[in-house]
C-alpha cells in the first residue's frame, strides 16, 4: 500500500513539474526566440509548439525508458540551474535598488550555487545531458536565424510628415529614385558627391529629383521592429533616415511601401562593398549589415514573386 501511495505521489509530482515547465515555455518561446529569429515564425502560435514540446517530453521519456531515477540526474540539475539563476537576477535587481535585503537575496544564491556545484560533481550526467540541449536549441536557433535572415523583418513602416512630403514631390517625375548612403558624413558636400558617384558609377540618369536613403543599425537581434522614417533637408538634398534591425532588410521593406503608396515602382543605387563574400555574410547575420545590395535583392525577391513589380536594384563600382 505504501509502495504504491509513494509512486502515485511521485508520478503526480513529476507531472505536476512537467505541467509547470511546459506551461512556463509557452509563455517564454512565442514572446522571445521567434522576436529574435531563434525559432520559425509558427512558434508564435501556441498548439503547435504544445505538439513539439509534447512530443519532445515522450521522445525522453521512452529514452530514458520511463525510469524516474535514470531522469532525476537531469532534472535536478536543470532545477537547480533555473533556481540559481532565478536567485542570481533577484539578487543584482535588489543590489541595483539598493535594497536591505540584498545581502541576504545574495546569501541565498550562494547556497543555490554550492548545491548546484556539488550536484553537478556528484551526478555529471544531469550535466551532460543538459549540454546536449543546450547545444541543440543553439544549433536550432542558428539555423533559424540563417533561415530567416531575408524576410522583411520589420511589422511596418511609417514616414513622417517630412518625409512623405519628400516623396510626393519626387513621385510627381513619374519615378521614385533613392541613393543609399553610409550616414557617416551628413554634410551637403557630402550628398553632391555621393550623386555624383551614383551618376557616374551606376548610370543614375541626371535631372529629376533623387533621395538619399540611410539606415542606421539599432537592435539587430530584432525580427519584428516597425520602421519610423523621418525626413531631412541638407541644403538643396532631400534625406530619409531610419533605425532598424538590419539595413538590406530595412530597404527593401521601404521601397515596397513606397511602391504601395505611389503605385511607382521605385529604384535604389548602391556601390559596392570592398569586404570578403564570408565576412560580410558574418557582419550581416550577427550586426545586420554587410554586402547590402546583394542582400537587399535578396530579401526583395522573397518577399516579391513578380520582376514586373518588384523594386530595381542598382549597383556600381
Known sequence: MFGTVYDLSTILILWFAGASALTGLLNIVPRFLPRYGMAPEWAT?????????????????LLFRADVDAQG????????????????AVTLSAWRARQRVAPAFALVTLMFVYTTVLDVIERPDGLRIASL?????????LV????????LRLSGVSLDPAAQQFVRDAARSG????????PD?????????????????????????VL?????????????????????????????????????????????????QTGIVPDVYF???????????????????????????????????????????????
Open 133 to 141: 540541449f543546450i547545444l541543440g536549441i543553439l544549433g536550432v536557433s
Open 271 to 317: 556601390g559596392w562593398d570592398e569586404k570578403g563574400p564570408l565576412t560580410n555574410a558574418a557582419n550581416f547575420l550577427m550586426f545586420g549589415e554587410g554586402d547590402i545590395a546583394p542582400l537587399t535583392r535578396e530579401v526583395l525577391r522573397k518577399a516579391e514573386p513578380d520582376a514586373r513589380h518588384r523594386p530595381l536594384v542598382h549597383v556600381g563600382g
Open 144 to 151: 533559424s536565424r540563417v533561415n530567416r535572415s531575408t524576410e
Open 73 to 88: 540526474g537531469a532534472y535536478a540539475t536543470g532545477v537547480l540551474v533555473l533556481m540559481s539563476s532565478a536567485a542570481s
Open 212 to 260: 538619399f536613403l540611410e539606415i542606421t543599425v539599432a537592435g539587430a537581434s530584432d525580427f519584428g521592429a516597425a520602421l519610423e522614417v523621418r525626413g531631412y533637408a541638407v541644403g538643396v538634398h532631400q534625406v530619409l533616415r531610419a533605425s532598424a534591425p538590419a539595413v538590406p532588410n530595412a530597404i527593401a521593406a521601404l521601397l515596397l511601401h513606397l511602391r504601395a
Open 175 to 182: 519615378a521614385l529614385r533613392l541613393i543609399a548612403h553610409r
Open 45 to 61: 502560435a501556441t498548439r503547435p509548439l504544445t505538439l513539439v514540446f509534447t512530443a519532445t517530453g515522450l521522445f525522453i521519456t
Open 185 to 209: 558624413i551628413l554634410t551637403a558636400r557630402e550628398y553632391r558627391d555621393k550623386g555624383r558617384e551614383a551618376r557616374l558609377k551606376t548610370h543614375l540618369p541626371d535631372g529629376g529629383p
